[in-house]
């Protein structure tokens, strides 16, 4: 695939995507768009500004519908090697050493894998019913055929991640950063698509938003504030590919670190701020629907605990009573230490 089609992909790709996804708003409110394929005279204006061929009228149906399929195809090899990162770093289901990347090449390796394979395979036999367990469950069933697939899906991770070490050492070599950047922006356009993400990336997001204030302040009116966001791709935090720990749920983060950076750097008010997601992955977007469902209830179930190291006001209404609480010391220095207290909601 030549530069420049490469751009003409990416770009039918994202209009395609800004149809298909679900749009979770900071009111947690949920509206699903109706699935919808980029028109051919919407297509026309890229691929003309591109110079591109673009394919004739009467194709273009079966033209997109087969990108279509091409990048949900590599939205699924994104999903596997969740999965694969899931098994060589996973701490939830096996007491087995972690599998990093610094282990890959010792002569105990293979005995690690089994160890953590046995583990594996009984986890996703029994009733775990983690969001991580039930998807690895969709994608690699149970029983006698989970081995054969885990294998395959292993060997292709392993191989990709060869083939993206020499890429980057290509893009060093080159000697100019720019091209080296340009370079690294097309190092994933034949890979999986990923949906895994973290914390970090949001802090350079802030930094570059921290950088646009002034640009952004500048002869503005102080009460025109940032009222809508859309995050293309926001990307859900499942198993990471350089430390992979699984000690918390599956989540998103970007869509509230957003929020909270436009409040903070005073381009929103609180409240008052809406953020659409638009994602071509169908588990993230479930993920955002489900979560908006969960928040719609209450978080606390009645006769559930909750520890606080603050001392909080009983408010009748709320139901929440002490019943105790726990002293721990760090060290024979005054005040270095926590008191819990123990809070538990009322049955009903």
Not at 57 to 63: I, L, T
Not at 136 to 159: C, E, F, H, T
Not at 324 to 338: A, F, I, M
């Amino acid at each position: 695939m030549s530069v420049r089609s490469s751009f003409v992909s990416l770009a039918v790709f994202i209009s395609v995507l800004s149809s298909i996804s679900a749009q979770p708003s900071a009111q947690l409110q949920l509206r699903a768009a109706t699935p919808a394929y980029l028109s051919y005279a919407e297509a026309k204006t890229v691929f003309d500004a591109l110079g591109e061929r673009l394919p004739p009228a009467e194709e273009w149906p079966d033209w997109i519908a087969a990108r279509d399929r091409e990048t949900r195809a590599r939205v699924a090899e994104g999903d596997e090697t969740s999965i694969v990162h899931w098994f060589l770093f996973g701490t939830s289901f096996t007491r087995a050493p972690r599998v990093t990347s610094r282990q890959l090449d010792a002569r105990d390796v293979e005995g690690m894998l089994n160890a953590r394979l046995g583990d594996f395979e009984r986890a996703l036999a029994g009733s775990d019913t983690s969001e991580r367990a039930q998807f690895a469950r969709q994608i690699l069933g149970a029983g006698a055929a989970l081995r054969p697939k885990l294998a395959s899906m292993l060997d292709r991770v392993m191989k990709e991640g060869e083939t993206h070490g020499r890429l980057i050492d290509e893009a060093r070599a080159l000697g100019d950063s720019r091209l080296e950047f340009a370079e690294r922006s097309r190092m994933y356009r034949a890979r999986g698509l990923s949906s895994d993400t973290s914390v970090r990336v949001n802090f350079a997001i802030e930094e570059a938003l921290r950088g646009l204030t002034p640009a952004l302040s500048k002869g503005s009116d102080p009460n025109n504030r940032i009222r809508r966001v859309a995050i293309v791709g926001p990307g859900l935090d499942f198993t990471d590919k350089q430390e992979g720990y699984d000690f918390y749920a599956p989540q998103t983060i970007q869509p509230f670190a957003i929020q909270d950076t436009l409040i903070r750097l005073g381009f929103a008010r609180p409240g008052n701020v809406e953020v659409a997601t638009f994602d071509v992955s169908p588990r993230v977007n479930a993920h955002l629907k489900s979560a908006v469902s969960r928040a719609a209830s209450r978080m606390l179930r009645p006769g559930g605990v909750l520890l606080s190291n603050n001392a909080l006001v009983e408010i009748p209404s709320v139901g929440l009573r002490s019943i105790g609480y726990s002293k721990t010391l760090y060290s024979d220095r005054d005040e270095d230490g926590d008191l819990i207290v123990w809070y538990q909601k009322a049955s009903q």
